[in-house]
């Protein structure tokens, strides 16, 4: 996956990114579009990925989910086709009706947590609403990671939802 990240105010060359990513496009199963806070607070996204999307190529848009009818807008319209939705303490009626549209489309989804911020109780809330996401990600804090004690916990609550547990930092 190759990831652009959509920004206000910053000069970008498109035809540079297009250029690249047609280039590498047979060796790319997305196009990952991110923000410094949510791609969905960008109402020309669907523009953005329009102008620098090779043709044929599926885009997973990282997103908090704040958003669902410019989300739906998106996935109705064949600008998203996945999504890794961040979860923060609690999953909101915001992401349940995201969570809802890509399943509706038949779009894979993965849920992306910060561990620090879940007990096995909490995680395991979070995960019966993710039921069905193609991979579940555990977000370790990189200054005071949780040990292996921990974690265990964790990943057994979130494997509830899906087989395909990760542990980054």
Same mark, same amino acid.
């Given at each position: 996956?190759?990831v652009?990240?959509?920004?206000e105010?910053?000069e970008?060359?498109?035809?540079?990114?297009?250029?690249?990513?047609?280039?590498?496009k047979?060796s790319?199963?997305?196009?990952?579009v991110?923000?410094?806070?949510? %791609?969905?607070?960008?109402?020309?996204?669907y523009?953005?990925i329009?102008?620098v999307r090779?043709?044929?190529?599926?885009?997973?848009?990282?997103?908090?989910?704040?958003?669902?009818?410019?989300f739906?807008?998106?996935?109705?319209?064949?600008?998203?086709?996945?999504?890794?939705?961040?979860i923060g303490?609690?999953?909101?009626?915001s992401?349940?009706?995201?969570?809802?549209?890509?399943?509706?489309?038949?779009?894979?989804?993965?849920?992306?947590v910060?561990?620090?911020?879940?007990d096995?109780?909490?995680?395991r809330?979070?995960?019966?609403g993710?039921?069905?996401?193609?991979?579940?990600?555990?977000k370790?804090?990189k200054?005071?990671?949780?040990?292996?004690?921990?974690?265990? %916990?964790?990943?057994?609550?979130a494997k509830?939802?899906?087989?395909?547990?990760?542990t980054?930092?």
């Amino acid at each position: 996956m190759s990831v652009i990240r959509v920004s206000e105010g910053q000069e970008i060359d498109i035809e540079d990114i297009r250029t690249k990513l047609e280039t590498d496009k047979d060796s790319l199963d997305y196009l990952g579009v991110a923000s410094d806070t949510d %791609p969905l607070d960008h109402p020309e996204l669907y523009k953005i990925i329009k102008s620098v999307r090779p043709k044929g190529m599926k885009v997973l848009i990282i997103t908090d989910c704040r958003d669902p009818t410019a989300f739906d807008d998106l996935v109705g319209a064949g600008y998203a086709h996945a999504a890794d939705i961040i979860i923060g303490k609690e999953l909101t009626d915001s992401q349940r009706r995201c969570i809802s549209i890509l399943k509706d489309n038949k779009c894979k989804f993965a849920v992306t947590v910060s561990a620090r911020d879940h007990d096995e109780s909490s995680l395991r809330a979070v995960a019966e609403g993710c039921d069905g996401c193609s991979m579940f990600i555990l977000k370790q804090d990189k200054v005071k990671p949780l040990s292996r004690s921990e974690m265990s %916990p964790l990943i057994a609550a979130a494997k509830n939802c899906t087989w395909n547990v990760k542990t980054i930092t």
